[in-house]
């Protein structure tokens, strides 16, 4: 079987890092990253797993660190339940200081009480709801990227700009799909004029949208607006062709990553996505984050999301060089992030620990790429969306 | 409702029922050998897909350009590679259970699916997103009013139907197919026949995989994406599919396949509220069936030994 | 099996004291090197120990001296539990293991001893989980009594399951269960009222004002808040082991064996087979719908992910890996299952392809399980 050599490797591994471990001097201090390592969304899981582990090698190479870090990996495979169970383990783990946690936004919701319930802080590097740091206000919960709000606040706007009438809603019926579909609507009514002609919720692992689709075909929408993941999204957007449907597609955060393009080709052409946040190359620290990304040969690219889960674990350490591994000092510490560098820029906590981040990036996919829509030929007018005025 | 509409349901229910079909005969064929569920069949199919998947990259990469030969090679590696694997299955771990209670065998196909299936996610490159799967098949369509008619959703029902009707003929009309029936029907008389079990075994689960590979090759081109978990939910849907057709009947699996389509297209379109509910409504269905025909919609001829 | 020679009690506490402290230091082994050397040793200890006999001897002895043994066992479970005692995360999986285990006895009375097939045993399990989450946030119902509840609203949608599972058989009443799982997922995923997708939080055990979830501190000593659900988990399971171990042993077990071993026998001796396969269906899903309401109670959280038809078939692998009708063998059964892979989630990536090919490999050597059931016995010290 193939998995053997792996396997031994994988020990040997293991073996070296620890006995490389007991020959450092420094204090060990433990610290955390939970992400879909399995499943659907792995890739960015996988993304955001690197780039934490960046954050914490550049650390540990660095000889004017106080302590040795070591980083404890663990999978919610963007299922709450799972999340719960993992969040319980690296929360009742006293020697593990602070997390970068969840990209999954229905893992991140469900997860919050349990981090409160053993004092745990967190730094959220890549879930969107707003009511993981809206609902309650815990002190151990904290977001560097934005939420979806403003994702849809710019979607619905540029929806209306194009002069798109009738849009019909796919969302997948987690907390993470139906708040997309509820802020996306409300702006949309906001600016009054698009109207929604149809809302479907799907399950996150459905296979067949023939069905939606062909119902959808009947109300002939100019736009489909889907808020949900890559998996799914792939799905959608290659069903409604097979059943000649012409109409836009309008994504949100959960598809912007390599993945979608990769899974569709040609097909993604077109498609818009909205994110919170500049594009990596454009951050201010995105240069260097993706040569430092590059220099340690990860199998996978950083995803859309991975910077903020580097700024997030590098957040984590900075505090805890400056107040130590105790808990309670980091919470207290992460209580007055104010003004504070990082690649992905400055970072503000406001009261409930949510970054905000001003700044939105309207995506479309053009040749291949997530290209702003603002440098875009599609915005120039030298190509057009389907059904663009 | 518009007709075209209509036809347009029609369409999408047939082409998810033929891919159902194609799983469930599988099924009804282990069964009918070796009185066997083999569980890991969905997975199967997800290989068989992948393995298509890879011999198109494959081709790609020596340059060759033409649409038809690139199917044909898919085809024919996927579908030998599969049958090699159902034979390996077969011989490696379903037979050496049979003494062992038939659950064993199940669990044991079980586990071998999650093998299957983690395998290509951990292994495959980059296995864990979604793959686009080539649109080999000429992409003509014609506008009926609502209803897209499409060349190669005609050519997908077409292959489906002929595949089904060559089974149908290999079963009944060859030699081959009267010893896989001779088993089915009583191993040890057909042993004593001098039918060589143990390869008639081998045959018929390397035809089952094959279909399944066939099934996999299918699904990809219809949807244009394959990943690593589709076998999972078809595989449990054809074995559903086999069980309301009745077991050991390859018209009750074809029956089945096509009868469970037609439920989640009308759960679609009949339930007005939601059509997430359309999955409730089939299975609940499959539940009230199996109380009204305990042994399936086409009743196994079977004889209780007391 | 019982040999011709009297067997003592001590192998069987030998047994128990080894398997404790392996346990013990399983639980406690932190390095991920020294898990796999851990696992390693085992898998060769079982193996040297079946090899010279020793394996025979431990579960003769268990044979013989079962009632000892089990207030024994019930020690080692409490030695586990001071051991950990402030340690959050072991307490939660040994909950798990003792939870699954009430429920994994609840399909061994449906399926070990009456022959019938349940592969939607994590649905009835979220049957009782959602029943705590339910009844916790909007009644006043004492959190006892949801326990109660949640058995019998378990039993109780079963039923409604009865008519084709008793007209079916073998993969016919398969398939039953399995589009039932998928079903009962399918529906708490579209329906909004019970929180769809994302679940639903659940409130804690109080118990005449003692909160569960608040840690004990008890003069210095500080206890984990999961001790307060350990006990009450133990406490559980040994009273399902009691129920279970005496239904098999009374006449109702004897008429649940002969039918599951020939029905049409029993029915020509004038069993009523009808009654029979009710009677275990229900009994075997109170049970599970028992252990699942505690458990949506310990994780505080339900949702449609937990109860999938692979959640089920997990359960049905516990049944078989342990050796079917065996309540010990479960027991080791569900420890494995349950560990294990939360042990090795540090290789990450790679522990669903270990377990699945480990259950594989245990499959094909130990088809009948790691204990199977010994022969039934009529009355104590009787040997066939």
Known sequence: MSTTPKFAALIAALVLGVAAGAADAKDKVKVGFIGPLTGGVSVNGLGGRNSADLAVRLRNADPKSKYEYEMVVLDDECKPNVAVQVATKMAADKDIIAGATHYCSVTAIATVDTYHKFGFPVIVWGAVLPDITYRNKYDEVHRVNGTMINQNDANAELVSKLGYKTVAVIHDTTDYGKGHNEYFSKALAKIGQAKIVGTFGVTADQQDFTAELTKIKALNPDVIYFGGLTPIGVRIRSQMDKLGIKAAFDGTSGIVSDAYIQGLGPLAEGTLAFREGAPTEKLPGGKFFMEKYSAQKYDNPPEAYGPFAYAAMDMILDTIEKVGPDRKKVIADLANVKDRDSIVGKITFDDHGQNTVPVITKYVVQDGKFVEWDDSEYASGKRKLPGQK | ?306 | MAGKGHTTVWPGIAGLVIATGYLIAMLGAEKQNLIIILLAAGIVAVLAAAWLGLLEAVSASFVEHEDALAVCAIGAACAVGVVFHENHFVLLLMITVLLYSVATLGLNVQFGYAGVLNFAGASFFGIGAYTSAVLNAYTAVPHLLVLLVGGLLAAFVGSLLLLPVLRTRGHYAAVVTIAFALLFKTFLEVNDVLGGPQGLQVKGMRILGWSFNDNIEVGKISLSFYMNYFVLSLLLLVGAFVLVRRLERSWIGLNLDALRLDETAAGCFGLDIVRWKITAFLIGNFLIGIAGALFGMVGGFVAPNNYTFADSLILVSILLLGGIGNPWGLMVATIIVVVLPEKLQTIQEYRFLLYALMVIAVLLFRPEGLLPRPVRRYFPGWRP
Not at chain 2, 70 to 91: D, H, N, P, T, Y
Not at chain 2, 144 to 161: I, K, P, S
């Open chain 2, 1 to 306: 409702m518009d007709a075209g509409l209509l036809a347009q349901y029609v369409m999408n229910g047939l082409m998810l029922g033929m891919m159902y079909a194609l799983v469930a005969v599988g099924f009804t064929l282990f069964f009918g050998v070796l009185d066997v569920i083999k569980f890991s069949h969905g997975d199967v199919l997800t290989v068989g897909a992948f393995a298509a998947l890879a011999s198109y990259v494959g081709l790609r990469m020596l340059g060759l350009n033409s649409n038809w030969l690139e199917l044909v090679v898919m085809l024919v590696v996927a579908i030998l590679a599969m049958a090699f694997l159902g034979m390996a299955i077969a011989r490696y771990l379903v037979m050496p259970l049979r003494s062992a209670p038939a659950l064993n065998t199940l669990l044991i196909t079980l586990m071998l699916g999650t093998v299957l299936r983690e395998s290509v996610r951990l292994f495959y490159p980059q296995g864990a997103n979604p793959k686009p799967f080539p649109a080999l098949l000429p992409r003509a369509s014609i506008d009926l009013g609502e209803f897209n008619l499409r060349l190669d959703n005609v050519l997908m029902l077409t292959a489906g139907v002929l595949v089904i009707v060559g089974i149908q003929y290999l079963l009944n009309r060859t030699k081959l197919g009267l010893a896989i029936r001779a088993v089915a029907q009583d191993e040890e008389t057909a042993r004593t026949m001098g039918i060589n079990f143990t390869a008639i075994v081998l045959v018929t689960f390397a035809l089952g995989s094959g279909l399944a590979a066939f099934a996999g090759v299918m699904n990809g081109l219809y949807y244009n994406e394959i990943n690593f978990g589709i076998g999972l939910y078809l595989g449990v849907v054809g074995f559903s599919a086999a069980i309301i057709g009745g077991l050991g009947s390859i018209y009750g699996a074809i029956l089945g396949g096509f009868l469970f389509a037609g439920l989640q297209t009308i759960g679609t379109v009949m339930l007005p509220f939601a059509s997430a509910y359309k999955d409730v409504f089939a299975f609940a269905v499959v539940i009230a069936i199996m109380a009204w025909r305990p042994t399936g919609l086409i009743r196994e001829k079977i004889s209780e030994r007391v």
